[in-house]
């Protein structure tokens, strides 16, 4: 019986895939973000919608640098311990440095 639990993560585990979307706006640089957090899903999204305005993090849309979204190996964890009712995602904004 444990071996086919262990077979069953083992196997979801490789089958999920870890994403990172990543919107380079203005140039080159950023490697450590200015905004970094975690939304909350549920249900794994469905008809939820999170915003985060890039501009006013950086102060103007000018001093965006990139906007990253990325859905991790610990999201999904978290997401297989909940049967999907628990799936968050990270967002980082990268700004010009002041």
Known sequence: MHLKVLGLFLTTTLLAGCAT???TINGEGGEVPTYKKSDHFFVNGIG???ITNA???CGGAENV???ETQYS???GFLGFITY???TPRDV???CKAS
């Open 84 to 86: 999907g009712i628990y």
């Open 55 to 57: 501009a006013e993090i």
């Open 65 to 67: 640098i990139k906007v």
């Open 48 to 50: 939820q919608e999170k």
């Open 92 to 94: 980082k904004v990268y």
């Open 21 to 23: 979307q990543t919107f």
């Open 73 to 75: 190996f610990l999201n």
